[in-house]
């Protein structure tokens, strides 16, 4: 009775300032916070001081309220219905041109008490970039806004919030950006004067005319775009690399395309098994453009196909992840002497002319060969013109080599063609030769003693024989005479071609 009374009181001691409308508005503010359980009113204080308007928000109960009339002291000389529990205030007004939304929701509110806080104090931000309610406000000549505010609708949620924006799939960076390998100028000291300067130029020329262009970067970065997003879509947590001489600078206008596909590896399967069977899901989508994709099960399994549209041949391994780890090393290693990348797609070019630069022939693979050009830079020039891997990415002090481009060409062959091959190692990771014995029993989760055989190339991550595929004498023979037979034409002729395969008389 006592809380009636001052209720009472207070309202009529009120009377004498207010309007009737104001009366009312105030008394149904009251009586709702008074009211447990009963719909929630929200007081919407018109626009510029204009009258307000009432919004009912069915099917909601307010929780309840240890002092339901602490809200009237602040009625004295406060706007009508400024004191109201949870009141509704309008938004910040937009500007005249902004673009009205679409949606008829009245509100923008969530179904949480803090959602509805927020928005009533006029933060709700994605609401002012058109994603909720639409006002559908037009300004009059007096300033002031109509048909947005002056409309009672029903209290409907909010829609569910749309997806966020998927992230670019495939980087385009690789798209975008200029492709920074290809050279097209002559470095000032490629030619010195001296007798090899012909053979050098030569060199030179060969390797601008071989070396990978921007337009075959490209295809490839294109194709690997669509592969990533067509794979993705299939197999969504399938990750798909560019690795090789792609990305790492050492790349033919002919060379194939590397990739490496991951999986998230399984600890109670093989590798290998696991490899096979997801290249095996991948082959069945690669034969409907490429009926010839083949899957070679070798102990790191490759499926290969081609696309006939750009003509680009592609290799493709499945979690062999240390193809990432050394492309970056590659690239570090082409981009600290100019020499190094003429001299690596030579002596490609030269491996491919005799016929060794096929593994599966049982002779050498391109990274093998690359890893010697390195190896013999570090080891087989005096002052060493590169330095071991750990010291690749750094900022190292070295005495600088002015040896040319047609000597080391000469001195590379002449190195491997002398190498102990029965007793040491080619080592990028140590920059020098290792004994065969202690690549042997080196600790590596892949390494495998019997792998080390006739010709021996450390893999500078894995500790692995690269050139394991050098198994059989005849194979094996046929490299080092080739190695043997080209240095000794060339340093009788100086000339290119003597290098190559002769003709038959």
Known sequence: MRKQSLFLLTLLSRLLR??????????QGIEASMNEGAPMIYHGSGAFGGPGQMF???????????????????LAGSPAGLATPRRWQPRRERHPNAKASGDSTAFGYDSDDSSLSSN?????????????????????SNGHYAGGYGQVREW?????????????????????????????????????????????????????????????????MNLWRYLFITIKTIFPRYGLYVVGSTMSGFGLDSSDMDLCLYVRPVDELDPRAHALLHLNYILS???????????????????????????????????????????????????LDWRVRPLVALTKLWAQAHDINDAR????????????????????????????ACEAGGDTRRQHNRTT??????????????????????SVRAGARVPVGVCRSARAHKNDPHQWKLLCVEEPFDLTNTARSVYDPESFDKIVSTFRASAARLAASRTLAAAWPQPQR
């Open 361 to 388: 022939h049982r002779t050498l693979s391109s990274y093998s060969l690359t890893l010697m050009v390195i190896h013999f830079l570090q080891c087989g020039t005096n002052p060493p013109i590169l330095p071991r």
């Open 18 to 27: 207010r309007t009737p409308s104001d009366l009312t508005v105030e008394t």
């Open 405 to 426: 481009l047609a000597e080391l060409f000469l001195h590379m062959l002449r190195y491997y063609a002398e190498f102990p091959y029965d007793k040491m190692a080619i």
């Open 120 to 140: 009533a104090s006029g933060s709700n931000k994605s609401g002012e970039k058109g994603e909720e309610s639409s006002r559908n406000t037009e300004r009059t």
């Open 285 to 335: 989508y690669i034969r409907s453009f490429d009926p010839n994709a083949e899957l070679i099960q070798a102990k790191v399994p490759i499926l290969k196909f081609r696309d006939a549209r750009n003509g680009l041949q592609v290799d493709l391994n499945c979690n062999n992840v240390v193809g990432i780890r050394n492309t970056n090393l590659l690239h570090c290693y082409s981009r």
């Open 56 to 74: 009912m928000m069915g099917g909601q109960e307010r929780p309840a309220r240890p002092y339901p009339l602490d809200g009237l002291p602040g």
């Open 156 to 220: 409907r949620g909010r829609r569910g919030r749309d997806a966020r924006p998927q992230r670019r799939i495939a980087p385009e960076r690789y798209l975008n950006g200029s492709y920074p390998f290809q050279v097209k100028f002559t470095p000032d000291d490629l030619l010195n004067g001296s007798k090899w300067d012909t053979l050098s130029q030569e060199i030179w020329d060969k390797f601008i005319k071989s070396q990978q262009t921007e337009e075959t970067f490209r295809k490839k």
